[in-house]
C-alpha cells in the first residue's frame, strides 16, 4: 500500500499531505486514531478522523475513499 499512497500523494500534492508513521515507533498516534492493525490508512481532516482502511487497498479503493475530498476532483459547478 506504501507504493500507492505514494503515487496519489505525488499526483495530488496540492491538495493532499501524506504522513507515514511507523505505529511501533509511535503508539501514542497509533491509539489516537485508533489503529489495530497495519497497514492502515487514515484520512484526517481539521483534526478528527474522516475516513479509514485497515488492511491492503487497491489504488483504485484509495482513489474512491480520497475524491469526494481532493478540489482537483470538484465539478466546475462546485467550485464557482
Known amino acids: 500500500m506504501d507504493s500507492l499512497v505514494a503515487q496519489i500523494a505525488r499526483k495530488e500534492r496540492k491538495n493532499l499531505r501524506v504522513v507515514l508513521v511507523d505505529v511501533n515507533e509511535r503508539s501514542d498516534l497509533a491509539d489516537r486514531y485508533q489503529i489495530d492493525s497495519t497497514p492502515a490508512l487514515v484520512l484526517v481532516m481539521n483534526g478528527r478522523v474522516t475516513e479509514r ?18 478540489v482537483s476532483r470538484a465539478t466546475p459547478e462546485a467550485t464557482s
Do not use: V, W
Not at 482502511?53 to 481532493?70: F, Q, V, Y
Open 53 to 70: 482502511i485497515e488492511g491492503r487497498a487497491s489504488a483504485s479503493k484509495i482513489e474512491r475513499m480520497l475524491a469526494p475530498h481532493l
